[in-house]
Each structure stands twice: as structure tokens, then as C-alpha cells.
């Protein structure tokens, strides 16, 4: 990876950025978090806050890095991302 490799991510849950979905393009993620807010709309969930698909640049994982992400998966955000930015709002 290198620190100019970008992918995207869409909220699972409206509102909250604590799980996020993660995909290779853009595109992809505009058409998840649209099938995933109809879904959650069909179910009666609220979704009033809408979901946010963010652009995600990557950090240059090191082996170090790797070997923590894969033993504890908890550390990956801060392991492997280097920036987050808000570029859309499916709602």
C-alpha cells in the first residue's frame, strides 16, 4: 500500500461512524449504502440521519503494522487509515 491509495467506506448504522463497510470504488460504495438505506428503510428503521459514504486514504502499512491488524483486528483503523473525509450523504 502507499499513502496515496484510497478506497471508500458507508455507514452500516445511520448516524455513526463506529462500523463502517468498506469497498474499493466509489461507485460501489454510492450503490451498498443506497441498497443497504432501502433495506433499513423497508424494515421501519430510522434513518433519518441519512448514511455517509467517506473517502478513506490508506496509511503505507508496514509489517509491523500487518502483523498487529491480523492478531488484533481491533487496531486495524488506526493501523491502517491515514485519512477520512465525508463525501457524500445518502439520504
Known amino acids: ?38 433495506e433499513l428503510k423497508a424494515m421501519d428503521a430510522s434513518v433519518e440521519a441519512g448514511i455517509a459514504i467517506y473517502k478513506v486514504g490508506l496509511k503505507d502499512a508496514s509489517l509491523s503494522d500487518v502483523v498487529t491488524v491480523l492478531n488484533h483486528a481491533a487496531d486495524a483503523r488506526a493501523r491502517l ?8 450523504l445518502i439520504s
Open 1 to 38: 500500500m502507499h499513502d496515496a491509495e484510497v478506497i471508500f467506506a458507508y455507514q452500516v448504522v445511520p448516524g455513526t461512524d463506529e462500523i463502517l463497510a468498506f469497498t474499493a470504488s466509489f461507485g460501489l460504495a454510492r450503490q451498498e449504502a443506497s441498497q443497504h438505506f432501502e
Open 81 to 88: 487509515i491515514q485519512t477520512i473525509e465525508r463525501v457524500e
